[in-house]
């Protein structure tokens, strides 16, 4: 069973600092995603990378992809309110599809 | 973009009173689909796996008898929760791929409470 780890777990920062989370497994995947979901509502895609060593960015938001495809991380530039929420990280490897998702990070950003 | 749709959003029922999840898949055709559990504050846990026209493959732990999954046409996915109890009330999440590398897409969950 492969798995992701993510951490932090929690995190609670007064707006304006910046923050990063990480996703890290023992396997290869072939992609990650990096998803955001609020509170009774279903996940909802932010990026999805392929390639080693690959980084986007959305906004404020750069995600990063290990050079080995094992990790990936996300940072937020002056987070804002509007950024709380819960942060998941899945991977896909090959066999079936199947997204294995990490533990979540909750976010949290204090005006 | 690709959506699907889940019904109901949120439904109350009686302990022993099943209860069925509907995901349809809109301007797509999913022929698999991905149903989760997640407990509050925690993350998705994958329960089944359904494909359609064949057998729904259930993760180790997950009561297939009790969590039924019919994956009847390539557009809809239902699970149904029989003989419910307070134990299952939880937020179930549905999901269809989109393609090898692409995101996945969710419905926007059911919050099942049994009483």
Known sequence: TQLLEQSPQFLSIQEGENLTVYCNSSSVFSSLQWYRQEPGEGPVLLVTVVTGGEVKKLKRLTFQFGDARK???LHI??????????????GV???GN???????????VKP | GAVVSQHP?????????SV??????????????FWYRQFPKKSLML?????EGSKATYEQGVEKDKFLINHASLTLSTLTV??????????????????ANYGYTFGSGTRLTVV
């Open chain 1, 71 to 73: 990790d990936s991380s």
């Open chain 1, 77 to 90: 530039t002056a987070a804002q309110p509007g950024d709380t929420g819960l942060y998941l990280c899945a």
């Open chain 1, 93 to 95: 490897w090959n066999a």
């Open chain 1, 98 to 108: 199947m997204l294995t998702f990490g533990g979540g990070t909750r976010l949290m």
């Open chain 2, 9 to 17: 959003s949120r439904v109350i029922c009686k302990s022993g009173t």
């Open chain 2, 20 to 33: 069925k999840i509907e995901c349809r898949s809109l301007d797509f055709q999913a022929t698999t689909m």
């Open chain 2, 47 to 51: 329960m089944a796996t359904s494909n």
């Open chain 2, 82 to 99: 029989t003989s419910a109890h307070p134990e299952d009330s939880s937020f179930y999440i549905c999901s269809a791929p989109e393609g």
